[in-house]
């Protein structure tokens, strides 16, 4: 048998030298695993699975090493490592150089073998997963744990269904049938269930087994074929069901020695056209046998109970068979090595199965009795006979049930005494256990395990007969030894001495020079009954004359060895080498001291001799066990006492320990849990340190570009400044050629009226029969001009109205532009300012006109003066008066408009002031027209207290003008000079409303102003 150490090696040959299994094992190699760190340990494999040419398989360890082994190319391969061990594998998927993995962690990877790279991670299982199923055409998989199978798809890896079932009914294993689209569940109340795969419709469930061979089912395996089902648990009979008549159609017993079965597999055969015939069965001693399903013939066997078989695997072809070990190897089995019966035509019903041939055992014993019955019929199977074979080894010629056979001594009776005093048969049961439950003092001897230990050895397979070979060894053997409890038996030491000062002074004096007692030279071998200085044959051979002989043949014994051993004590001259001598095996013949015991038995004196200082051999009582008191019971009782002091001082301990590590155990969480969120603020301070450089640069190139922007704005800024200051000079000479052509129209005007004056003078006396109805006309002209008059103020209010709208959205935008672009804020204030000096130099200059047009006027008035003599006292007075008026309205303006430049920053008093305005201008207005109206009725009505009132109103007006009329007409002059009142009533009534305008244009302009610093205040 070749063997194969994987190391640390990722690659290389499997064998070295061209396999030759052999007939008797049949195994090709051996494949272990060992590291070759400074503490060698093994790696123990835990799944194997072969892909579908049956000639690569796949293993993985329990520290997640996946290996590919080709035996087709003697090679191997580390593809992966998972750092976690896994618990299920599968390698037959559609594209073959995949493989699925299940891990501790519940989750199912898929590997690439060449890539040695991950294709995919499915996680949804909450438990560990034991079973992969793959589909026979590698599209779907099944993943199978304790509480959940689910179904996935290969071609995506997302999972299609989920099976979920009740807490109390586990999984066993859910599984493809080959070369169909059939899912088998298997529960573990014996329930199965065959599903359709792609709708999952429940197709049959199988009926119950008969209850006079009722087993758990624990293990399943089908045919390549589908037709079969083999299920087994613990028990030896294995139940055959026919899944196309949904029957159990066969029983089969396997030998006593198989208990439980742990594994079921087909051994496929390329001419049985997938009906598989050959199957192996795994038992609990660690034997995988293969048998025929039809002639219930052994076949062979795997595996011994030595070298025990964990799990295997069969190859899809049939060839090879892999095996992971119970010590953690691999095995690979040739199958054409082990047997040459696959395709022999079936036996008879009633055969033979011979067992494999055993050194001690002729053919006549390995052979097995198969007998045929009835069994009682399943569920709904009605005059249908269930074939039984059972299979019995003859237990005549069987040696292993004979080896630790009961002898005489024991009886039932004293396995119910154990029972009761243990609570089972010694399967668990431990021989110190038991001793300590004989007697109490056996639980503090320090020394018990050591002799208890050869017996133990060789009693592993009955616990009761060691029991009570120790129980015998004691009582006979031991005598007086717990009489010095807890001290080793100074008397039993004594004679040892004694015995040894007889016959051989020299030796004695030479442990008294060197100040070695019997407790170095004898107690030693004493406790240990010899075990540590003897060989396993030596022990048995010396127990063999000590077991047949008086009791003090022990101790005589212990005095040969040291005889038999003089030379070397002698040559030992410290403590530590005699300690040496006496714990380890010497050259020293087994035989020779047995002679010199012999010698000692009968050359010793009486009066020395041990014999006469113990009892002769005592055979342990039938039907209950001896008291043993042969020791100070108040010793006992206090080292009890002190033990059970100990061990309640020992509980308080550990609780106080308990605690104190569960606080320790929250301070290291808290320490942990402290440093993981210093941890996590670190990352996150080191992120917004890395964000801020990040903010700082995009800031950075923000503000470049920001800056490029501005000056991009800048120019085109200047570039607007240049166009409003072209277009604001345009428009400047524009005003100033409409105010030029203005002042010649009203030049023209002024003279044409002069000269209709001049002309209207000229008629008066022809006209003067006409007053009544000139007056007539006059007022209805009057009452058109009024209307229009007002018509024309609603419209210029209106333009007004808008201007200042348009003025105060583009001032809200330039104040929301402002708030964006704070930089350009005193840009935009400049200009705003500019404009608003602009406007009042318009202010100011259309004053100006209207000073003089008034001045024109003036002269006109002068010159009509000297054109009319006989008028030109009132006319004067009047002139006198209205120059007065007009000079004080411009004043007043001229005060007013410093004023409002004064309070630009006041709001509060110019909306008082805007509002005083408006109430003022409405009252006028109405005095206005109330005046023209009683004018118009009676002309020459005096309105000098009207105007004083109105002049005393007036003046608390802000920016507003009057032109107050005192002149009074003589009496003697009213008639002659009807036709001149009514010319100035004409007049006065044209310079009132032009006087109206210019005070709403002012108005308006200081409401502007007012407004204006407001907007920039917010």
């Given at each position: 048998?070749?063997?194969?150490?994987?190391?640390?090696?990722?690659?290389?040959?499997?064998?070295?030298?061209?396999?030759?299994?052999?007939?008797?094992?049949?195994?090709?190699?051996?494949?272990?695993?060992?590291?070759?760190?400074?503490?060698?340990?093994?790696?123990?494999?835990?799944?194997?699975?072969?892909?579908?040419?049956?000639?690569?398989?796949?293993?993985?360890?329990?520290?997640?090493?996946?290996?590919?082994?080709?035996?087709?190319?003697?090679?191997?391969?580390?593809?992966?490592?998972?750092?976690?061990?896994?618990?299920?594998?599968?390698?037959?998927?559609?594209?073959?150089?995949?493989?699925?993995?299940?891990?501790?962690?519940?989750?199912?990877?898929?590997?690439d073998t060449v890539t040695k790279e991950l294709v995919s991670w499915m996680r949804g299982?909450?438990?560990?997963?034991?079973?992969?199923?793959?589909?026979?055409?590698?599209?779907?998989?099944?993943?199978?744990?304790?509480?959940?199978?689910?179904?996935?798809?290969?071609?995506?890896?997302?999972?299609?269904?989920?099976?979920?079932?009740?807490?109390?009914?586990?999984?066993?294993?859910?599984?493809?049938?080959?070369?169909?689209?059939?899912?088998?569940?298997?529960?573990?109340?014996?329930?199965?269930?065959?599903?359709?795969?792609?709708?999952?419709?429940?197709?049959?469930?199988?009926?119950?087994?008969?209850?006079?061979?009722?087993?758990?089912?624990?293990?399943?395996?089908?045919?390549?074929?589908?037709?079969?089902?083999?299920?087994?648990?613990?028990?030896?009979?294995?139940?055959?069901?026919?899944?196309?008549?949904?029957?159990?159609?066969?029983?089969?017993?396997?030998?006593?020695?198989?208990?439980?079965?742990?594994?079921?597999?087909?051994?496929?055969?390329?001419?049985?056209?997938?009906?598989?015939?050959?199957?192996?069965?795994?038992?609990?001693?660690?034997?995988?046998?293969?048998?025929?399903?039809?002639?219930?013939?052994?076949?062979?066997?795997?595996?011994?109970?030595?070298?025990?078989?964990?799990?295997?695997?069969?190859?899809?072809?049939?060839?090879?068979?892999?095996?992971?070990?119970?010590?953690?190897?691999?095995?690979?089995?040739?199958?054409?090595?082990?047997?040459?019966?696959?395709?022999?035509?079936?036996?008879?019903?009633?055969?033979?199965?011979?067992?494999?041939?055993?050194?001690?055992?002729?053919?006549?014993?390995?052979?097995?009795?198969?007998?045929?019955?009835?069994?009682?019929?399943?569920?709904?199977?009605?005059?249908?006979?269930?074939?039984?074979?059972?299979?019995?080894?003859?237990?005549?010629?069987?040696?292993?049930?004979?080896?630790?056979?009961?002898?005489?001594?024991?009886?039932?009776?004293?396995?119910?005494?154990?029972?009761?005093?243990?609570?089972?048969?010694?399967?668990?049961?431990?021989?110190?256990?038991?001793?300590?439950h004989w007697s109490v003092i056996f639980s503090d001897t320090p020394y018990l395990p050591l002799l208890a230990f050869p017996f133990v050895k060789l009693f592993q397979n009955n616990q009761l007969i060691c029991f009570e070979v120790i129980a015998t060894l004691i009582i006979n053997w031991c005598q007086h030894w717990f009489e010095y409890f807890p001290n080793p038996p100074i008397n039993i030491l004594s004679m040892i001495e004694n015995v040894l000062a007889f016959h051989d002074k020299e030796l004695l004096q030479h442990f008294i020079d060197h100040d070695i007692t019997s407790q170095l030279y004898a107690w030693p071998l004493l406790e240990t009954v010899f075990s540590e200085v003897l060989t396993r044959e030596e022990w048995l051979k010396l127990f063999d004359n000590i077991f047949s002989n008086h009791p003090s043949f022990l101790l005589m014994t212990v005095v040969a060895y040291n005889i038999c051993s003089r030379v070397p004590l002698l040559n030992c001259n410290l403590k530590d080498d005699f300690e040496f001598f006496f714990h380890h095996r010497n050259n020293l013949d087994i035989n020779v001291v047995i002679r010199q015991v012999y010698h000692l038995m009968e050359t010793t004196p009486t009066d020395i001799h041990p014999d006469s200082m113990l009892n002769v051999f005592v055979a342990l009582t039938k039907g209950q066990y001896p008291v043993f008191n042969q020791y100070p019971k108040f010793i006992v009782d206090y080292q009890t006492q002190e033990r059970e002091r100990i061990r309640?001082?020992?509980?308080?301990?550990?609780?106080?320990?308990?605690?104190?590590?569960?606080?320790?155990?929250?301070?290291?969480?808290?320490?942990?849990?402290?440093?993981?969120?210093?941890?996590?603020?670190?990352?996150?301070?080191?992120?917004?340190?890395?964000?801020?450089?990040?903010?700082?640069?995009?800031?950075?190139?923000?503000?470049?570009?920001?800056?490029?922007?501005?000056?991009?704005?800048?120019?085109?800024?200047?570039?607007?400044?240049?166009?409003?200051?072209?277009?604001?000079?345009?428009?400047?000479?524009?005003?100033?050629?409409?105010?030029?052509?203005?002042?010649?129209r009203l030049d023209d005007e002024i003279g044409r009226k002069v000269y209709m004056r001049d002309r209207e003078i000229a008629a008066t006396a022809r006209d003067l029969e006409m007053r009544q109805l000139e007056l007539e006309s006059q007022k209805r002209l009057y009452e058109k001009d009024l209307t229009e008059n007002q018509a024309a103020v609603a419209k210029e209010m209106r333009a007004d109205a808008d201007a200042y709208r348009r003025k105060v959205d583009l001032e809200e935008h330039m104040f929301h532009k402002l708030i964006e672009a704070g930089e350009t804020q005193s840009q935009k204030t400049q200009k705003v300012i500019k404009e608003n000096l602009a406007k009042a130099e318009q202010a100011c200059l259309n004053t100006d006109w209207q000073i003089q047009s008034l001045h024109k006027q003036k002269c006109d008035d002068l010159q009509r003066n000297k054109c009319y003599q006989e008028v030109a006292k009132l006319l004067r007075e009047n002139r006198r008066k209205e120059i007065e008026i007009l000079n004080a309205m411009v004043e007043q303006e001229a005060k007013k408009w410093k004023e409002a430049e004064g309070k630009e920053f006041c709001l509060r008093s110019a909306k008082k002031a805007s509002a005083l305005s408006d109430a003022s201008r409405k009252w006028f207005l109405k005095q206005e027209i109330n005046a023209a109206v009683e004018h118009a009725e009676n002309p020459c009505h005096k309105e000098e207290p009207r105007f004083q009132n109105e002049q005393e109103d007036s003046s608390c007006l802000p920016r507003t003008s009057h032109l107050n009329d005192s002149s009074e007409m003589h009496p003697s002059t009213q008639i002659s000079l009807n036709r001149r009142a009514v010319e100035w009533d004409t007049t006065e009534q044209n310079l009132i409303q032009k006087v109206r305008n210019l005070r709403q244009r002012l108005t308006a302009q200081a409401r502007h102003r007012c407004q204006t610093p407001h907007l920039l205040a917010a």
């Open positions: 048998m070749q063997s194969t150490d994987l190391g640390n090696k990722e690659s290389g040959k499997i064998w070295h030298r061209k396999p030759s299994p052999a007939t008797r094992d049949g195994i090709i190699v051996n494949i272990i695993h060992n590291t070759s760190d400074y503490h060698p340990k093994v790696l123990r494999f835990l799944n194997v699975a072969f892909d579908g040419t049956g000639d690569c398989l796949i293993a993985g360890d329990h520290q997640g090493n996946i290996y590919v082994f080709d035996l087709y190319g003697n090679r191997f391969n580390l593809v992966q490592r998972t750092a976690q061990a896994c618990t299920a594998l599968a390698f037959n998927l559609r594209r073959k150089s995949e493989f699925l993995v299940a891990l501790a962690d519940y989750s199912i990877k898929c590997f299982h909450e438990s560990s997963v034991f079973s992969i199923s793959v589909h026979a055409s590698g599209k779907y998989a099944i993943t199978t744990s304790s509480d959940t199978a689910q179904l996935w798809d290969l071609d995506t890896f997302q999972r299609k269904r989920k099976l979920n079932i009740r807490q109390s009914v586990g999984i066993q294993k859910v599984f493809f049938l080959p070369l169909s689209n059939t899912i088998l569940s298997c529960f573990k109340d014996n329930s199965i269930f065959a599903w359709e795969c792609d709708t999952l419709f429940c197709k049959y469930q199988l009926p119950a087994p008969p209850e006079s061979s009722s087993i758990l089912y624990k293990v399943f395996a089908v045919t390549r074929d589908g037709r079969i089902l083999a299920a087994g648990g613990k028990s030896n009979h294995l139940h055959l069901w026919c899944l196309e008549t949904r029957q159990l159609f066969r029983i089969i017993q396997m030998p006593t020695k198989v208990r439980a079965i742990r594994h079921l597999e087909f051994l496929p055969d390329s001419f049985d056209a997938g009906s598989n015939q050959v199957l192996g069965v795994l038992s609990q001693d660690g034997i995988m046998r293969f048998i025929n399903i039809q002639t219930c013939k052994l076949l062979f066997e795997i595996g011994s109970l030595d070298e025990g078989i964990s799990s295997s695997v069969i190859s899809p072809h049939g060839r090879y068979i892999a095996s992971i070990m119970e010590n953690g190897s691999l095995n690979i089995y040739s199958v054409q090595a082990l047997t040459q019966e696959i395709n022999k035509p079936p036996l008879p019903l009633v055969k033979v199965i011979e067992d494999l041939p055993k050194n001690k055992l002729s053919s006549s014993d390995l052979k097995m009795k198969v007998t045929s019955g009835r069994v009682q019929q399943p569920a709904k199977s009605r005059g249908s006979k269930i074939q039984t074979r059972i299979l019995k080894q003859d237990l005549t010629g069987d040696f292993e049930s004979k080896k630790n056979e009961l002898p005489d001594g024991l009886n039932k009776k004293c396995l119910q005494i154990l029972l009761k005093g243990y609570g089972e048969y010694p399967t668990k049961y431990r021989t110190l256990s038991a001793l300590a309640n001082d020992e509980l308080d301990y550990l609780r106080e320990r308990q605690t104190v590590e569960d606080m320790q155990a929250e301070v290291d969480q808290q320490r942990v849990e402290d440093e993981a969120w210093y941890q996590k603020q670190e990352l996150l301070r080191k992120a917004e340190e890395t964000r801020r450089e990040m903010l700082l640069q995009e800031e950075e190139k923000i503000i470049q570009q920001r800056q490029r922007l501005a000056a991009v704005k800048r120019e085109l800024k200047v570039k607007e400044m240049h166009l409003q200051d072209a277009a604001r000079r345009r428009f400047l000479k524009l005003q100033q050629d409409q105010q030029e052509m203005e002042l010649r």
